[in-house]
């Protein structure tokens, strides 16, 4: 297939912008010559200026450049924070209202975070993260408060 175009290399080499001039057989001896009209002008290609909103190059729908965010991992981590004020109910139930002040404030900011930044994955990734480890940390933090109430009753009691 030597000496193919593509459809796009003959519209441009063949009818683009600037034409060749039309080209007529050669003349008889004896006839007159021809009169060749001289090339009409041809109107530029109109210009495709795109609007604020799209990009100069891109195609309208372009894939991503990266992984989509991970929103189910971001709703799972805001719920497990949110499920962490159950602890601060409890201790407000049992008489304790200094254990509502122990709340997993750090990890539901992140979680809400982390679910409403779904345009930027790289910050998705840190918040869910920075929930789960919030979390972790707010159940060991109330492991070691529950135990010590469990001492201190134990060390009461007859």
Do not use: K
Request: hydrophobic residues 50%; charged residues 10%.
């Amino acid at each position: 297939m030597h000496g193919h175009r593509s459809a796009i290399e003959r519209f441009w080499e063949d009818s683009g912008p600037n034409p060749s001039p039309v080209y007529s057989a050669p003349a008889a001896h004896n006839a007159p010559p021809v009169p060749q009209a001289p090339p009409a002008s041809i109107p530029p290609p109109p210009q495709h200026r795109p609007g604020p909103a799209a990009a100069p190059f891109a195609p309208p729908h372009a894939p991503p450049a990266g992984p989509p965010p991970r929103t189910g991992a971001a709703a799972a981590a805001l719920l497990c924070a949110v499920l962490t004020l159950a602890f601060p109910a409890l201790g407000v139930l049992a008489g304790l209202p200094v254990l509502a002040v122990l709340s997993n404030i750090p990890g539901l900011v992140f979680g809400a975070l982390a679910v409403a930044n779904r345009h930027d994955p790289e910050a998705v990734e840190r918040n869910i993260a920075r929930t789960w480890a919030c979390t972790l940390g707010y159940l060991l933090l109330i492991a070691l408060v529950l135990l010590a109430i469990a001492a201190l009753i134990t060390a009461l009691t007859p």
